[in-house]
């Protein structure tokens, strides 16, 4: 078999494969990245946050038509079938694939299609789809394989009615109630765009409350908005099993319920691709869930191997795999960020943002706080673009006046949340809240809330 010498290959080109190669490539690195589907981008591109962020988007311009008084000057309001609008949103992964494959061109880093198999701790084999193999030879090795949708063995996955956040992309019907199971991150996610497209939602959820890391007034204020829109939402449910045939699907709960529904959408958890990748002949295994364990730069207990993305799990977020791999792939320990503090950007509708400690944590911490908020209605951007819902929360110290914590829910939270991030991150004491009412913002944005929720802090500080 021939063999091919690399400096590095990176196994994956989800984001945290994409930026370990081009991070080596642009040190003169001889770079190869293997993918095992036909085009490059990973599971990001393909399944996850591209293909449900777009369909958002276009649920989200839907919307705008459907409540906009403007709009009925010329119809009335329409329903578009969930075929049709997901035809329309995905269209952009082509570009985001086709800028992606430039990227590796310009940069001479080598693209093999085929399935990685470690041989040993400086080679592997690239199985392709005609059943051809190639062995690689290696320095170091990068694992970006990312993960899955994790399938308990119970759930009749087979079933045409049964789908999770992979499938949901092929669905060729508008169901007319939809049963999501499981109230993480993706299935508030496609609660709003599913309830959005006026498809009646039930949203199960195993524990107390939606989305627990969040600030708690968020989480409720994401709990109420869900149900005005139509989403059934039931906490502490667990399922018992799952029917599913030609006359619907009955979703068993524990709790002795019977949820009825055209289709289900199950969104309960992930698991890391390690499965068939050889981790056995290099003296690696995964845990439970397919991850691998690493250290703070990024490297296995195979020193010339490193593991990024989702398959090293928490916080599973494309936003930190980018930086992940760029920090493995850099031969100067100083350029490493080991990424523990990326914040929350969560594309519900409307969608929500944080950043730093909660209320819950600085209490538990017994951490002295002061709250400062704005509400989007009482800014004059958000009056003019109709988008009212929404709110901007900083919690300081009342002594030094740092802030610790933001957090946001309405339009565009997830671009607004870094204003706030970025002066949180200065040292010492230009990290103050006093920025927000020294510096002069742009008027009318969105920017705006920040001046408003910073003098409604410092008021409160004079008891006012
Ligand atoms: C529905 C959904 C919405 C999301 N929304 C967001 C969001 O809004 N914001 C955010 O930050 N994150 C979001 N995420 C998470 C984000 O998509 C992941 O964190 C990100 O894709 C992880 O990147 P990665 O490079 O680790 O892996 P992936 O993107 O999963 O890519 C891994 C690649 O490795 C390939 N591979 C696997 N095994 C092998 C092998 N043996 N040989 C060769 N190739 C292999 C796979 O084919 C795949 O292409 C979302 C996820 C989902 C499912
Ligand atoms: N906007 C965003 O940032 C965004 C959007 C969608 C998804 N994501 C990411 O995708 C990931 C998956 O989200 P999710 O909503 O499916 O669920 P989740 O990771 O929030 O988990 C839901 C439940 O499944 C359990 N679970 C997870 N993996 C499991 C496994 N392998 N085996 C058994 N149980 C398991 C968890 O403990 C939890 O009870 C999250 O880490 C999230 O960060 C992010």
């Known amino acids: ?10 196994i994956g080109s989800g984001p945290a ?13 001889k770079v190869a990245v293997i993918e095992v589907n036909t085009q490059v981008g990973g599971a990001c591109t393909h399944k996850g946050t591209i293909p449900s962020k777009a369909l958002r988007h276009t649920v989200k311009q839907l919307m705008r038509f459907n409540n906009g008084t403007l709009f009925r000057e010329i119809g009335h309001s329409r329903q578009i079938p969930y075929p049709t609008v997901l035809k329309h949103a995905i269209s952009v992964v082509e570009q985001q694939v086709d800028m992606r494959s430039k990227f590796y061109g310009r940069n001479n880093i080598a693209v093999y299609k085929g399935r990685a198999k470690f041989i040993n701790d400086h080679n592997l084999s690239v199985t392709r789809a005609d059943g051809s193999v190639e062995e690689l030879h290696s320095q170091e ?4 394989t990312g993960s899955r949708p994790y399938h308990p063995p119970d759930v009749p996955f087979e079933h045409s009615r049964v789908y999770d956040s992979d499938t949901i ?26 309830s959005g497209l006026g498809i009646k939602v039930e949203l199960i959820n195993s524990f107390e409350n939606l989305l627990a890391f969040l600030d708690d007034e968020i989480s409720v204020a994401l709990d109420y908005h869900l149900r005005e829109s139509g989403v059934m939402v039931r906490h502490r449910e667990v399922y018992e099993r799952v ?16 949820i009825r529904g055209d289709a289900l959408l199950w969104c309960n958890g992930r698991s890391g691709n390690t499965q068939n990748l050889g981790l056995e002949n290099i003296g690696l295994s995964s845990d439970g869930r397919g991850q691998i364990k690493v250290n703070q730069r990024y490297q296995t207990d195979v020193p010339n191997i490193y593991a990024v993305g989702d398959v090293i799990g928490s916080p599973s977020l494309a936003s930190a795999a980018y930086d992940q791999g760029r920090a493995a792939a850099s031969s100067n320990d100083k350029d490493v960020r080991f990424v ?13 943002s944080s950043v730093g400690r909660t209320e819950r944590e600085l209490t538990d911490n017994k951490i002295p706080f002061e709250v400062g908020r704005a509400f989007f209605k009482d800014t004059a951007r958000g009056q003019i673009s109709g988008e009212g819902t929404g709110m901007l929360k900083i919690l300081f110290c009342p002594s030094t006046l740092r802030i610790l914590g933001i957090h946001c829910f309405g339009a565009e939270a997830t671009e607004i949340i870094h204003i706030g991030q970025a002066i949180m991150k200065q040292p010492d004491t230009a990290n103050t809240i006093r920025y927000f009412v020294e510096t002069t913002f742009n008027y009318p944005t969105m920017a705006e809330a920040y001046r408003i929720a910073a003098l409604n802090g410092l008021n409160r500080l004079s008891g006012y």
């Open 17 to 29: 494969g994409e930026s370990a190669a081009l991070n080596a490539a642009k040190q003169q690195k």
């Open 1 to 10: 078999m021939p063999k091919t010498g690399f400096d590095l290959v990176v």
């Open 340 to 352: 523990d503090d990326v914040p929350t950007g969560i594309y519900t509708i409307p969608e929500i």
């Open 169 to 194: 992309l092929s669905l060729e019907h508008t169901p007319r109630k939809l049963i999501i199971y499981g109230a993480g991150v993706i299935g508030c996610e496609y609660a709003s765009i599913f």
């Open 243 to 258: 029917e599913a045939n030609q006359e619907g699907i009955s979703l068993h709960l524990q709790s002795g319920k019977i």
């Open 141 to 144: 090795f990068v694992i970006a």
